[in-house]
C-alpha cells in the first residue's frame, strides 16, 4: 500500500449528527434562543448557592410583602423570605426532579424499545403489554395515590412519574427500531458479520436518537408542569422552595399580593415554553438531514426436514456435491394468516465451486431471492428453511443458529444487494462503513482498516478512493456505490459471493464494468460467486452454468452455452424467446482503461 490514507481520524467519526445538528440548532433563531434561555436557567439555578442574595429559607415577617428593592430585587413573600433566592434555589429543584422523571424513563424506555424492535419475539410482546397497561394508568391519580403510600416527598413521585413516561420511549423507540431493523444497510450489516449488540448501537440508535431527543425536552417540559401542579396542589413536604411550592404559597395571598404568582409563573411558563421550542426546532435540524426509507424484514425459525437426495442433483462435478456451496432439497415456507404454510422455494439444487459463477435466473417471484436469502440466513421472521440442506464449506447449516451464521458472515458467505443506495446507511461515510467490519471481523485497527478500505476501493476501480472514501452515500454515484458494496463484501476475503441483481439499478455502461469487475474478482481471489439475476444477457456475459427457476423450482440447469443455445425446459425456452430484441448476448465487456469509472 503505497499511498496510507491520510484519514483514519475520519474513518469511524459518525456523521455531522451530533456538530451538524448544533450547528443547524443555532442558525434557527428560535431554537438558538430557547437554548440560550434555558442554558442560563440551569446555570443560574445550580449556581443558585453563589448567586441567590440570601437564604431562600430565612423568612423575616417585618418584611413580609416587601416591594422590589436594592436589597430583594424581586421583592419578599408573605414570610419575608427572598423571591429570587427561592426562585433561583427552586428552580435547581425542579430541574432536578424533571431530570429524576427523564433519567429514570429513559434508562426504562429506551433500551426495552430497542431490544424489543430489533428482536421481537416474546420480549416484544411483554414489554409492548406492559407499556400499553402503564400508559392505560391516569398519571394523576397514580402520583396522588403514590402520595399517599410514599408520603410528601417529591423525589419519590418524579420517580414514578418516571416509570409512568418510560412507554412513551419504548413506543417511539420500538416504532423506530422495527422500521429500522428491516433496512437493507442493516442486513448488509448482518451479512457483514457484526453482532446485533454492535449493529444496535452503532446503525440503529442513530437513528432514534434524535426523537429522542425531541422528546425528552417535551417530556422535561411534561414533568416540571406536574410536578409544579403537585406542589401547587400541596403534595409536597414544603421544606424546600421549587417553583411549585412558591405558587402555592403565593395562590394564598394571591388578593393581598397578586403578583407574587408572577415570578413562579413566569419561570414555569418560559422554561416550558423554551422546551417546546426547543424540541420543534430540534425537529427542524434534524428533518434537515433526511432519515432512511423504510422496509421491514428479519429472520426464520424452526428446524426443517432432512433433505431427500434426488437423482437430478447438479453439482459443479455431477454427481458430487461441490466443495463450495452444495443446496439440495431446499424448501422456503412462509406462514400465512390462516395457520397453514405457503412453499415458495420447492427442492432445490444448486452448486457453485470455488471460481464458478453460477447464475441463478427466472423472472420475478420464481424465488430466486427466497433461495439466496436461505443460505445467508437472511429470510424474514415469518419464513422458514421448512426442508433441505445448505452446506457450505462442508458446513451444514439449516440448523445453524445466528451465532454460526455471525461466524460465517463477511470471511466466507458475502452479499452484494440490488440496491446499492438503500444498502448504505445514510448516516454514515464510505470510509466509516467499510472500516467496520475490517475493525469488527478482522480485528484490525483503524488505521490498518482504513488503508486496507482504500486499497479496496482501488481494487474495485474507484479512480478517487480518498475522496469517495470521505464522502457520504448521497454524495457518490449508484455505480460507485455498487462498487462500494462490491469492496465491502469482499473486504474480509470471503469465499461465496451472492449477488442479487448486482448491476439492476445501473446503466449499461456502468452495469458492463460491474460485471467485469466481478468476473476479475472471480478470477484473482477464486471466488465463487451465486449470481441471481433475470437478465438473460448477464448470464451469458458472466455466468459459467446457470440454474433457471420457475414457481420456486429448478428446472434446468447446465452450462451457460448450452442452456442458452439448446435449453431442454420449455420455461426456458420460453424465457429466452421473451428476451425483446433478437441479438445474440453481449461478448464479455472490455474495460477503456482510459476511461474514468462510475
Ligand atoms: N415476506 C414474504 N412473505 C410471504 N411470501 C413472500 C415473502 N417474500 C417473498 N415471498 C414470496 O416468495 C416468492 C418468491 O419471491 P422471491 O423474492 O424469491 O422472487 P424473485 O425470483 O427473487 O423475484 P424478484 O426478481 O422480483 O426479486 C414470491 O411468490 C413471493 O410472493
Known amino acids: 500500500m503505497t499511498d496510507a490514507p491520510a484519514l483514519t481520524t475520519a474513518a469511524d467519526t459518525p456523521p455531522t449528527a451530533a456538530r451538524g445538528l448544533a450547528g443547524r440548532l443555532m442558525r434557527n433563531p428560535l431554537g438558538a434562543t430557547a437554548a440560550a434561555f434555558l442554558a442560563v436557567v440551569v446555570l ?84 409492548d403489554w406492559c407499556a400499553n397497561l402503564v400508559m392505560a394508568l391516569p398519571a394523576m391519580i397514580v402520583l396522588l395515590a403514590s402520595r399517599a403510600v410514599i408520603g410528601p416527598t417529591v423525589w419519590a413521585l418524579m420517580i414514578v412519574l418516571g416509570v409512568l413516561v418510560a412507554p412513551a420511549f419504548f413506543r417511539l423507540v420500538r416504532g423506530i427500531v422495527t422500521t429500522v431493523r428491516g433496512e437493507l444497510y442493516v442486513d448488509a450489516a448482518r451479512v457483514s458479520g457484526l453482532s446485533d449488540t454492535r449493529i444496535v448501537t452503532r446503525h440503529v440508535l442513530i437513528v432514534v436518537r434524535g426523537p429522542v431527543v425531541i422528546t425528552v425536552a417535551l417530556v422535561a417540559g411534561i414533568a416540571i408542569g406536574l410536578q409544579a401542579g403537585l406542589e401547587f396542589l400541596g403534595v409536597g413536604s414544603g421544606d424546600t422552595p421549587t417553583w411549585g411550592a412558591m405558587l402555592n404559597e403565593a395562590f394564598k395571598s394571591i388578593e393581598r399580593a397578586p403578583m407574587l404568582l408572577l415570578w413562579p409563573g413566569l419561570a414555569l411558563g418560559l422554561t416550558n415554553a423554551a422546551l417546546v421550542l426547543l424540541a420543534a426546532a430540534m425537529r427542524d435540524a434534524l428533518e434537515d438531514r433526511g432519515t432512511p426509507a423504510r422496509a421491514a424484514r428479519t429472520r426464520r425459525a424452526p428446524a426443517p426436514e432432512p433433505a431427500r437426495e434426488r437423482k437430478d442433483a447438479s453439482p459443479a462435478v455431477p454427481g458430487q456435491r461441490a466443495a463450495l456451496l452444495s443446496v439440495r432439497d431446499l424448501a422456503v415456507a412462509y406462514a400465512t394468516p390462516d395457520g397453514t404454510e405457503r412453499r415458495v422455494v420447492h427442492r432445490v439444487d444448486l452448486d457453485v465451486a470455488p471460481g464458478e459463477i453460477v447464475g441463478l435466473v427466472g423472472e420475478s417471484g420464481s424465488g430466486k431471492t427466497q433461495t439466496a436469502f436461505a443460505v445467508l440466513g437472511l429470510l424474514p421472521a415469518a419464513g422458514r428453511i421448512a426442508r433441505g440442506s445448505i452446506l457450505v464449506e462442508g458446513r451444514e447449516l439449516t440448523h445453524a443458529a445466528e451465532r454460526d451464521y455471525r461466524a460465517l458472515r463477511g470471511k466466507t458467505l458475502a452479499y452484494v444487494p440490488q440496491e446499492p443506495m438503500s444498502n448504505l446507511d445514510p448516516a454514515f461515510t464510505v470510509g466509516s462503513q467499510l472500516t467496520e467490519p475490517l475493525r469488527v471481523v478482522l480485528g484490525l485497527s483503524r488505521k490498518e482498516a482504513a488503508t ?82 433475470h437478465n438473460l444477457g448477464v448470464v451469458a456475459d458472466l455466468c459459467d452454468r446457470v440454474a433457471v427457476m420457475q414457481t420456486g423450482r429448478i428446472v434446468e440447469v447446465g452450462d451457460t452455452a448450452r442452456v442458452l443455445h439448446t435449453p431442454t425446459a420449455p420455461y426456458t425456452r420460453k424465457l429466452l424467446n421473451a428476451v425483446l430484441d433478437d441479438v445474440p448476448a453481449r461478448a464479455p465487456w472490455r474495460p477503456d482503461p482510459a476511461r474514468s469509472t462510475a
Do not use: N
Open 44 to 127: 443560574a439555578s445550580f449556581a443558585a448557592p453563589l448567586l441567590a442574595p440570601g437564604d431562600p429559607a430565612a423568612a423575616s415577617l417585618k418584611d413580609a410583602f416587601a416591594d422590589p428593592s436594592g436589597a430583594h430585587w424581586l421583592g419578599t413573600d408573605s414570610a419575608g423570605r427572598d423571591i429570587l433566592s427561592r426562585l433561583l434555589y427552586g428552580g435547581r429543584e425542579t430541574l432536578l426532579g424533571a431530570l429524576v422523571t427523564l433519567g429514570i424513563g429513559l434508562a426504562l424506555g429506551v433500551p426495552a424499545g430497542l431490544w424489543a424492535g430489533y428482536r421481537g419475539g416474546w420480549f416484544d410482546a411483554v414489554a
Open 452 to 533: 486496507r478500505a482504500l486499497a479496496l476501493l482501488r481494487e474495485v476501480e474507484i479512480r478517487d478512493p480518498k475522496r469517495v472514501f470521505d464522502s457520504y452515500p448521497h454524495e457518490i454515484s449508484g455505480g460507485m456505490a455498487q462498487r462500494v458494496l462490491i469492496a465491502g463484501a469482499i473486504s474480509c476475503d470471503p469465499k461465496l459471493l451472492i449477488a442479487d441483481e448486482p448491476t439492476t439499478a445501473l446503466d449499461v455502461r456502468v452495469q458492463a464494468e460491474i460485471l467485469d469487475l466481478l468476473r476479475r474478482l472471480r478470477d484473482e481471489r477464486r471466488l465463487g460467486v451465486l449470481l441471481v439475476t
